[in-house]
């Protein structure tokens, strides 16, 4: 065993019973927890021993560098990402930040990504072939996330979209919403999530001509349905197709 | 707290390290397990004195039939989806059959489906927006599928794609990516995963184009990248984007 090692470890939604063991044996066999502050504190009390070390939000790409460094003085490190630390995590950057440097072995440990624990919250809305987009421009040119919206609008795709809104970016929803309708009906069946596995969970659903106007921010993720999405006793549910079947 | 329960487990993709504390909870809490006869297998050993309830594949929906009348006589009973059971699982199918059955509460606890768990042992390739898509064609028409396939390709998402063959279904994997080649540059960085978190996980990278000579079997999941994916000291990986802010 290599024991200049880092994990990248998908905590899932919250609360550590949320975690696979596999990420807990992680944290466990790690010498110090690194992340973004919230993340860090979401484990911490189960690991009281440990060291940590953690940098603001914007800050990724240094705890990345700090985590590959730790790692060549021979620590063992638990990088922590919410959800799932290769879906807009930090397994790409730090995989990318780490190129050519052989001493050091790293191990994705993955974890349950809002698209799932919030799809699990609302019923069933993922249930058949679907797209994960971000509305987050920061790191992505608007016109590419407008191109994929249409394509998946085009395709009859479910959607979970991620990133829906914050206080800086209040009209990024509205716009996709415009968007989606250009081939979605306006009473496409969609829900929201927010606060997923955490205190304070709340959720509904409301057709996609009402999501025009929900007012999401970053603790939210949004869902939106095909074109056979229904709801049924208050849930969203994709079928899958048994029912052409039978 | 209603004593007739059904809870819908995602297992993760095998072993019991995979599964999360809320899924072990809800097995833990259960008076039957309930499932495909290979998942039922996987959990067994750990509660031994369960009663367990299984039917061979292509009696879904029997099996989700019997759950409910089991859950309605006043048992708790967890059915067992490999993945994530709100991912081409059962979730969908049950809330469909339980529609009206107002004396049973149903609760899905989500897992880690194969894309992630695939994606984890390849690298990243799925942390920029991606649509996930299955070939099986028992269920769905092919000519959505290609649409879908289609529109994925012309969204330049990177793809995960689940069922892409059996013994019967030789072709569909070939004939997918001759779709995607109509949009996507034969060089795309390409892999697949097998058995991924089982005894004998195999893995490989290829380009797209060597990917149409790929023989999948049902134990495989095909991940396909964006324009930007790129192999890194062996993984696939798909850049977020800070690159171009930095």
New interface residues.
């Given amino acids: 065993m290599n024991e200049k090692r880092i994990y990248l470890v998908?905590l899932?939604p919250g609360e550590?019973?949320?975690?696979?063991?596999?990420a807990?044996?992680a944290l466990e066999d790690a010498d110090v927890l690194c992340g973004y502050p919230v993340y860090v504190d979401l484990v911490k009390d189960r690991f009281p021993d440990k060291q940590t070390y953690t940098t603001p939000m914007r800050q990724?790409?240094e705890r990345c560098r700090w985590a590959i460094e730790t790692a060549r003085s021979g620590k063992t490190v638990a990088f922590l990402c919410s959800g799932?630390?290769?879906?807009?995590?930090m397994?790409?950057?730090l995989?990318?930040l780490?190129?050519?440097v052989?001493a050091v072995e790293i191990e994705?440990?993955?974890?349950?990504?809002a698209a799932?624990?919030g799809?699990?919250?609302l019923?069933?809305?993922?249930?058949?072939?679907?797209?994960?987009?971000?509305l987050s421009d920061?790191?992505?040119p608007w016109e590419?996330?407008e191109?994929?919206l249409?394509?998946?609008a085009?395709?009859?795709?479910s959607l979970a979209l991620y990133n829906p809104g914050s206080k800086k970016r209040t009209e990024h929803l509205r716009r996709a919403c415009d968007i989606l309708l250009e081939d979605k009906d306006p009473a496409t069946l969609c829900g929201w999530v927010r606060n997923i596995g955490r205190e304070g969970t709340d959720h509904a659903l409301l057709t996609l001509e009402q999501l025009r106007d929900f007012r999401a921010d970053m603790f939210t993720t949004v869902f939106i349905g095909n074109r056979t999405t229904k709801a049924?006793?208050g849930?969203m549910?994709?079928?899958?197709?048994?029912?052409?079947?039978?």
Same sequence: chains 1, 2.
Avoid: W
């Fill in positions: 998908g899932g550590v019973s949320q975690m696979t063991g596999q807990l044996a990724e790409l799932d630390a290769g879906v807009y995590g397994a790409g950057p995989l990318q780490a190129e050519g052989e994705v440990v993955p974890g349950v990504t799932l624990s799809a699990a919250v019923g069933a809305p993922l249930m058949h072939d679907f797209c994960v987009i971000s920061l790191l992505t590419t996330i191109k994929r249409r394509c998946a085009q395709g009859d795709f049924i006793d849930r549910v994709t079928p899958r197709g048994y029912e052409n079947k039978t």
